[in-house]
């Protein structure tokens, strides 16, 4: 009866106690077979993580404190910079649309260059396949103008025998 009471405890207790102790005697093996060159790389580690951490908890408070501190500032001169940061905003994306534009117009008159000197820039064989469906297609559609303009004119003689 003792041993049907002992059986019926939870699995997850014993197998998560038993999956991290697993866990840390393979950390301790890992810790005492460790090398200089991995004592080096985790000390390293730990070294900038810490300063990257001091950085950031720096920088954040620096953030707050400029902000508490220019915000009354910000506030009373915003009338002026409301139309000023649209002003440049507005003249910095005109520039970088013009310049954005200057690149694309040079880089297609370069292809254009390539393409009409016989130097195969790439797509070139998609122009070339679309230039010739372009052809094939009015060709057929001159011949078939040229039937039904005959019918027609027939026709034309038909209805007006005079004409």
């Known amino acids: 009866m003792a041993d049907l009471n002992q059986t019926h405890r939870p699995a997850t207790a014993t197998a998560t106690s038993s999956s991290s102790a697993v866990f840390l005697r393979k950390l301790q093996d890992n810790l005492q077979a460790s090398n200089s060159t991995q004592l080096a790389g985790i000390l390293t580690l730990l070294a900038t993580g810490s300063i990257f951490l001091l950085l950031t908890g720096l920088t954040v408070s620096g953030t707050v404190f400029a902000l508490i501190f220019f915000s009354p500032l910000i506030i009373v001169s915003s009338p002026i910079w409301v139309p000023a940061g649209t002003f440049f905003f507005l003249l910095v994306a005109g520039f970088l649309s013009i310049c ?33 469906r372009i052809y094939d297609t009015a060709t057929h559609v001159k011949d078939c103008a040229i039937e039904y303009g005959g019918y027609l004119q027939s026709k034309v003689k038909d209805a007006a025998p005079g004409a």
């Open 100 to 132: 954005g534009f200057g690149v694309i117009a040079v880089a297609v008159s370069h292809w254009s260059y390539r393409y009409f000197r016989g130097l195969h820039p790439p797509g070139s064989d998609r122009v070339d396949y679309a230039r010739s």
